[in-house]
């Protein structure tokens, strides 16, 4: 599976669009994009994932670059509810295994 | 999203005993289930990936003698840390998943252990 690389660490003030970047040059043409964020102390929650074209759901916006070497997890409102660290994992279509990387701890401040 | 629950949610256990945590799937059922741990400040480490009625296949480096895991059913599967050693102290949090590989995994809310 390709490696992933994301931020260590970011701010974002509530209310605003938090942009999660993540780095994904070797990922190659079957292999998905997902986000999971992990809240202190809980169980990892899913997210959103993606293969090539952009995705939205309830919670957030997956959006792929056309050469699929990075991708960036739009959080449109933030609240301090979503401060947790958010982990971008590609995974290889013929592998049932996730893993995870050291993801990127978001703070989202009042 | 689908859900997993775990139990208990923590415990804590004297050095050499077993220490048995329960995963289920509550609303689909799990044709794969994965155990990871996790330490403090550090990422999740998969140690275990196990299919319904089959054995578990273990990451390299994790005893597959010390965690014992069991995928009975679609919506239960146990990890046992036998023999539990201050070292065993960890987060453990399993994640399910139904269906074909590109079935999205879903996990629970993870096991604490103190082993003193």
């Known amino acids: 599976d390709a490696k992933t690389t994301q931020p260590t660490s970011m701010d974002c003030a509530e209310g605003r669009a938090a942009n999660l970047p993540c780095n994904h040059s070797t990922i190659s043409g079957n292999e998905y994009v997902y986000w999971y964020r992990q809240i202190h102390s809980q169980g990892p929650q899913y997210i959103i994932h993606g293969l090539k074209n952009n995705e939205t759901n309830e919670m957030a916006s997956l959006i792929i670059t056309e050469d699929r070497k990075s991708s960036t997890l739009i959080l449109p409102h933030a609240t301090l509810r979503d401060t947790a660290v958010y982990y971008c994992?590609?995974?290889?279509?013929?592998?049932?295994?996730?893993?995870f990387g050291t993801g990127t701890r978001l703070q989202v401040f009042p | 999203g689908a859900v997993v629950s775990q139990h208990p949610s923590r415990v804590i256990c004297k050095s050499g005993t077993s220490v048995k945590i329960e995963c289920r799937s509550l609303d689909f059922q799990a044709t794969t289930m994965f155990w990871y741990r996790q330490f403090p400040k550090q990422s999740l480490m998969l140690m275990a990936t196990s299919n319904e009625g089959s054995k578990a296949t273990y990451e390299q480096g994790v005893e597959k003698d010390k965690f014992l895991i069991n995928h009975a059913s679609l919506t239960l599967s146990t990890l046992t840390v036998t023999s539990a050693h201050p070292e065993d102290s960890s987060f453990y949090i399993c994640?399910?998943?139904?269906?074909?590989?590109?079935?999205?995994?879903?996990f629970g809310p993870g096991t604490r252990l103190l082993v003193l």
């Open positions: 994640s399910a998943r139904g269906g074909g590989l590109q079935e999205t995994q879903y």
């Open positions: 994992i590609v995974r290889g279509r013929g592998t049932d295994k996730l893993i």
